[in-house]
């Protein structure tokens, strides 16, 4: 089905461990988000790409890598995980066009233990 | 600064109530969406408002650009509507990224 798919849905780490989390889109929309979602935060953006090759930070990049090297992927990665970064992650993407809606991926619940 | 206000943060109502919420925001915007999430679920689109009012359903949502004000309403509540609502908003000077209110946590009893 075409849409976000994220990966994995659960995961738990240590802390000090590398991690990466996937976000894969089907159509081809030119941004993708990164947003992480905290009990009486609400989402905060973390990263987000506006084309192949080109990303920039969000409210809370710190400890957070992004890349992309193609459209349809926008992986996450957190270099050394620490308990502070324990949240639900969640993907979503849009196309440059005004009045064009957000797709949102399923989520990443992430426990660092 | 780019804020935006979501009220109330909870609210309980029984089926078939009426149901308001309301969404501030502090400065110009593109567009400004209304999304659902159930427990433990993804995030789901419900409507997308530049100016006036959408219906979809028992769903309506309508917007104040002077006032910088939206509401969500919801008509003949059902327990299914149990949800948290998240009112999401694209500043004119932001670029593409959404900023969100903190959500409305919505139970409806039976």
């Known amino acids: 089905d075409a849409g976000i798919t994220q990966s994995p849905r659960y995961k738990i780490t240590e802390t000090g461990r590398q991690v990466t989390l996937m976000c894969h889109q089907t159509?081809?929309?030119?941004?993708m988000f990164w947003y992480r979602q905290d009990l009486g935060h609400g989402l905060r953006l973390i990263y987000y790409?506006?084309?192949?090759?080109?990303?920039d930070k969000g409210e809370v990049p710190d400890g957070y890598v992004v890349s992309r090297s193609k459209t349809e992927n926008f992986p996450l990665t957190l270099e050394s995980a620490t308990r502070s970064q324990t949240s639900v992650y969640f993907c979503?993407?849009?196309?440059?066009?005004?009045?064009?809606?957000?797709?949102f991926g399923s989520g990443t619940r992430l426990t660092v233990v | 600064k780019n804020e935006v206000e979501q009220s109330p943060q909870n609210l309980t109502a029984q089926e078939g109530e009426f149901i308001t919420i309301n969404c501030s925001y502090s400065?110009?915007?593109?567009?400004l969406h209304w999304l659902q999430q159930h427990p433990g679920g993804g995030i789901v689109s419900l409507f997308m408002?530049?100016?006036g009012k959408k219906k979809h359903g028992r769903l309506i949502a309508t917007i104040n650009i002077q006032e910088k004000h939206s509401s969500l309403h919801i008509t003949a509540s059902h327990p299914r509507d149990s949800a948290v609502y998240i009112c999401?908003?694209?500043?004119?000077?932001?670029?593409?990224?959404?900023?969100f209110g903190k959500g409305t946590s919505l139970l409806v009893t039976p």
């Open positions: 979503a993407s849009t196309q440059d066009t005004i009045g064009y809606g957000y797709t």
């Open positions: 790409s506006a084309a192949a090759d080109i990303t």
């Open positions: 408002l530049s100016s």
């Open positions: 999401a908003v694209r500043f004119s000077n932001s670029g593409y990224a959404l900023n």
């Open positions: 159509w081809s929309h030119s941004y």
């Open positions: 400065v110009g915007i593109s567009a």
